[in-house]
């Protein structure tokens, strides 16, 4: 996610993690943001040939459960997630907005991975 508006529910693009043992997310987000976040992974997702990417849903997606749930609050904050030695072939971020379409903020995710 590169500065999306936060008025509605968004997904990041897949990220194939495939011979990625370690990954993580670092999110930022302005004022205004408020939703929860969650990582999804798949392992039968195959990219669509000639489809725009925000159709994303193709797939079978499953939330990874995380040590502690990240949430925004309408404040500026950032936060963390570590994602350890899984086993998916796909992860995505998800943000799902709480604030009615009410949302005026952006959220930036970067995504990075190793091999441990």
């Not at 195959?46 to 749930?69: C, F, K, M, N, Y």
């Not at 350890?84 to 009410?102: E, H, M, P």
Request: no cysteine; glycine share 10%.
């Amino acid at each position: 996610m590169d500065a999306v508006v936060a008025d509605q529910n968004r997904t990041s693009l897949v990220t194939n993690v495939n011979m990625i043992s370690l990954a993580s997310y670092t999110i930022a987000w302005g004022n205004g943001v408020t939703g929860d976040f969650d990582v999804e992974v798949s392992n039968d997702y195959i990219a669509p040939v000639g489809v725009q990417p925000e159709q994303l849903d193709v797939g079978t997606w499953v939330p990874v459960t995380l040590s502690t749930s990240v949430s925004a609050s309408g404040t500026a904050d950032t936060a963390f997630i570590d994602i350890a030695l899984t086993g998916a072939a796909y992860i995505r971020l998800k943000f799902t907005d709480t604030s009615g379409g009410a949302g005026t903020g952006t959220i930036t995710a970067t995504l990075a991975g190793k091999v441990s």
